[in-house]
């Protein structure tokens, strides 16, 4: 509720800048502007939160007894685990690669896996379609602000 206040005030300020003689039209506008922001943002607000009902938690190790622990999405598409690096500087990748052995907790479960990372591969459009459709709006935000740089990484159980 605090977004679809901020938005309206938003506008509200946006109608202040509009000339008298134009107040009628502007403000017809920034009405219509700002109920459309604030769906908008609430729609997307609710895509978020749901996409942070399925929240994994990542352990990698490193040969010197030192454990990294991140939270990320995953994707299990019936036949392998999905999770993916956002950007290709991130520490536990940089960790994985040099120890392929993880665990990862989802559901309440912890489960050790092999990681097997790509850079690049003929599947990758439709590992990261399963990811739009699981995390829609969430997803995309992501990708307009992390752009699409992402390392996938499949987990083999072992």
Do not use: C, H
């Not at 005030?9 to 109920?35: C, H, Q, W, Y």
């Not at 609430?42 to 994994?56: C, F, K, N, P, T």
């Amino acid at each position: 509720m605090a977004l679809v206040q901020r938005a309206l005030r938003l506008a509200e300020k946006r109608f202040e800048d509009i000339p008298r003689e134009n107040r009628d039209v502007g403000m017809k506008g920034s009405t219509l502007l700002a109920v459309v922001a604030a769906l908008a943002l609430l729609a997307g607000w609710s895509a978020v939160q749901s996409a942070g009902q399925d929240i994994a938690v990542l352990r990698t190790f490193d040969f010197s007894g030192v454990d990294l622990y991140t939270t990320l999405w995953s994707l299990d598409d019936g036949r392998t685990v999905w999770i993916r690096a956002n950007r290709p500087d991130r520490e536990w990748l940089a960790q994985m690669r040099r120890n392929p052995d993880v665990e990862l907790k989802r559901r309440g479960r912890n489960s050790k896996f092999r990681a097997l990372l790509f850079e690049r591969m003929r599947s990758e459009a439709y590992v990261e379609a399963g990811f739009r459709e699981k995390y829609a709006l969430a997803d995309r935000w992501r990708e307009w602000t992390n752009g699409n740089d992402t390392i996938l990484v499949q987990l083999k159980p072992r």
